[in-house]
């Protein structure tokens, strides 16, 4: 089924100029622009074979079609979603006391992952007993209106987790 978007949603924009909890496509995967502790500006990928990775965002990087005010996004669950325990930490929806966040695993890291929470605001977010969180690992990424937050334009991607 091909879903169609309203084109003032999108525009070509610099990664490194987006604010924190900006989405944006490149190379054909949806990231979600990421700001952590220490000065660190990055992108947490959602899709692809690097979901999951937190990459650094240079300056340097090419423009990229990313959503635009007055456009944002959302996740979605299914309804009769159910969370586990057991779910692949990385670019699974966590349920947490301050609303849903997103893990990614820093990519400059080889051998022991380190692993980065955001809330979907982009900001990074301590996550206490993370080992005891509930993951969903199957969830969408929906296109919506600031004014109308959670009524989906359309979904973007779906992110699904599972058997990774």
């Known amino acids: 089924m091909n879903m169609k978007f309203p084109a003032q949603a999108f525009g070509q924009l610099h990664p490194s100029e987006m604010p924190a909890g900006s ?8 990231s979600l622009r990421v700001s952590g502790g220490s000065g660190f500006e990055g992108a947490l990928i959602l899709e692809g074979e690097r979901a999951g990775w937190v ?27 159910k ?11 966590t349920l947490s ?3 849903p966040i997103l893990m990614g695993a820093d990519a400059r890291r080889d051998w ?26 199957q969830w ?5 209106h600031k004014s109308r937050p959670y009524s989906s334009l359309g979904t973007l991607c779906e992110v699904d987790r599972r058997g990774t």
């Not at 340097?60 to 979603?81: H, N, T």
């Not at 900001?123 to 969180?133: G, P, W």
């Open 23 to 30: 989405l944006f496509k490149t190379r054909d995967c949806w």
């Open 55 to 81: 990459v650094e965002v240079r300056a340097s990087m090419a423009p990229a079609l990313g959503i635009i005010a007055p456009f944002s996004w959302f996740p979605m669950v299914l309804r009769d979603a």
């Open 83 to 93: 969370p586990a325990l057991d779910a692949d930490r990385t670019v699974t929806l």
């Open 97 to 99: 006391e301050s609303g």
């Open 112 to 137: 022991d992952r380190d692993y980065i929470s955001f809330g979907i605001d982009g900001r990074s977010v301590e996550l206490q007993d993370e080992h005891r969180a509930l993951r969903f690992a």
């Open 140 to 144: 969408t990424v929906e296109l919506c």
